[in-house]
């Protein structure tokens, strides 16, 4: 049996966070309401298999969405939930099934985005899904496999693929740089003397002619591990998306254009 569940969070910014998975009753419960503690836990904990996504959020609230018959059945479910959730709370806002990246690829998310939108029910959406013409990251999480590589055994949050994790000035980098067309909006600025290191952001869509776009700082405390400069980047990350959403609810400056 597999549980797909939901998690929701808030970050140290405030914004609040959604996040939908799947996982084995057998292996977290034994019953499914213990499992879906149990894997809250270890998200919350920053487990091996932990979302990415929810990393820098904290008063994890888990739901059950359904409990299914199989693995393979319940990340079918994960993937309609993640894309439900999409709608109902936002893109920006949503991670999960092989969406589960900071930065999405948007434009070949939304074949997928309108399947849910057309087919709210299960069974019509999985019609319509088995139409598409899938790309290799969907088939492979439909199969269970790793979504990065394909192969099995691990998680794409630990796929040898991606053990060159990027040089600080590259993780925000990367994450912005599909949000925002600005180079070096976010970078690193390394520490000296009693300053410690840090990422810093500079928000520079909303800037007017002739106006630098406001500076703001992410902080990274010392020591400078793998982890800081992940969540630097998701923190950096986050304020791209406030921006992008300010964009897409037309308040900001940039609206025009986005
Ligand atoms: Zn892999």
């Known amino acids: ?54 990393r820098c959020c904290s008063g994890l609230l888990p739901s059950a969405l359904c409990v299914v018959d199989s693995g393979p059945e319940g990340l079918k479910y994960e993937l309609f939930h993640t894309l439900l959730g999409m709608h109902s709370h936002g893109l920006v806002y949503t991670r999960g099934a092989h969406l589960c990246s900071v ?7 939304s074949p997928l985005l309108e399947t849910a939108e057309d087919s709210p029910t299960f069974p019509a959406w999985w019609l319509r899904l088995t139409n598409l013409e899938q790309s290799d990251s969907l088939k492979r999480h439909l199969a269970g496999t790793c979504y990065r590589c394909g192969k099995g055994g691990h998680r794409a949050s630990h796929c040898p693929q991606q053990d060159h994790l990027p040089v600080p000035g590259g993780v925000g980098c990367v994450y912005a740089a599909h949000y925002l067309p600005v180079p070096k909006s ?36 010392p020591p400078f591990g793998v982890e800081q400069i992940h969540e630097a980047g998701m923190m950096a990350a986050e304020l791209c998306d406030v921006e992008v959403e300010r964009r897409r609810e037309g308040r900001g400056c940039g609206a025009q254009q986005a």
Do not use: D
């Open 1 to 54: 049996m597999a549980l797909v569940y939901s998690i929701e969070g808030r970050t140290q910014l405030g914004t609040r966070r959604f996040y939908v998975g799947s996982c084995s009753v057998a292996e977290w419960g034994p019953t499914a309401a213990q499992a879906l503690q149990n894997r809250c836990a270890n998200h919350a904990a920053r487990g091996p298999g932990s979302a990415v996504w929810l």
């Open 103 to 109: 930065a999405l690829p948007w434009g070949s998310l």
């Open 186 to 221: 976010v970078y690193f600025e390394g520490g000296t003397g009693m300053r410690p290191p840090r990422w810093r952001y500079r928000k520079s869509v909303g800037s007017k002619k002739g106006k630098k776009g406001k500076l703001m700082t992410v902080k990274v405390a």
